[in-house]
């Protein structure tokens, strides 16, 4: 059955346009050390096709979420270093939840129904891929609504090209608590004494990048080989 029944047949361009759009997604969520199986990040466009593509050539929106539960080394970094008073200390991470909607509206209402979806499913973090962007209302409830869960969105067109896969895009790796600690320890720095990267730059929303973390950013350079910077998210 098809999520919308009176949507026309999809085309051979847009069923290859989602294959791409969902093929980024799930690199995404792999690169944050979600657990999830080779095969599915590396999804074909036939499995895609002879999965979410239903009899009628409709895309089924609702066959793409998925969820996926942290790998043992997210846990191991998202874990706070122990101390006297917390010798056993919780991973700051959980399951993730991604929705893929295909409504031309997206308003407040449909983000109610994304963060009930989100907490009905216990998941830590929820990401949202629409089609439209959010109203303005819409974004400033998301923001409101943070204390449930860590809420993301994403519009279609901007996941249609992996942009860390790009050869000017330099790796970014996410710092643990405790190689935060050790990094401002040994070069005797405050945390607000680092160069900065937005939340909101792309990079940083691709891996999910929390206010207080750091990454690593890894350039090659022809004279000095490989070299590390390092930049606070904001």
């Known amino acids: 059955m098809s999520d919308d029944p009176q949507l026309p047949r999809a085309s051979d361009k847009e ?97 109610k129904d994304f963060i009930q979806t989100v907490v009905g499913q216990h998941a830590r973090v929820g990401i949202l891929i629409t089609r439209v962007p959010l109203t303005p209302a819409a974004r400033k409830f998301i923001a409101v609504a943070e204390s449930y869960a860590q809420l993301e969105c994403f519009i279609e067109e901007d996941l249609l090209v992996n942009i860390t896969h790009h050869e000017l895009v330099p790796r970014h790796v996410l710092l643990s608590k405790e190689e935060k600690v050790a990094l401002l320890k040994r070069y005797r720095l405050k945390e607000t004494q680092l160069p900065r990267i937005l939340q909101k730059d792309p990079v940083a929303r691709y891996l999910g990048l929390r206010r207080g973390q750091v990454v690593k950013i890894i350039r090659n350079s022809e004279t000095a080989g490989r070299y590390a910077s390092y930049r606070l998210c904001v």
């Open 15 to 111: 069923i290859t346009r989602m294959w791409r759009v969902y093929r980024t997604v799930m690199e995404m969520v792999s690169d944050r050390e979600y657990e999830l199986a080779e095969d599915e990040v590396k999804i074909s466009l036939n499995q895609f096709r002879n999965k979410f593509v239903d009899q009628s050539g409709q895309i089924v929106r609702q066959l793409l979420q998925f969820s996926a539960r942290p790998s043992d080394t997210m846990i191991r970094k998202f874990t706070p270093p122990a101390t006297p008073e917390n010798p056993n200390p919780e991973p700051d991470c959980g399951t993730i939840f991604v929705q893929f909607i295909s409504s031309d509206n997206m308003g407040v209402s449909q983000v």
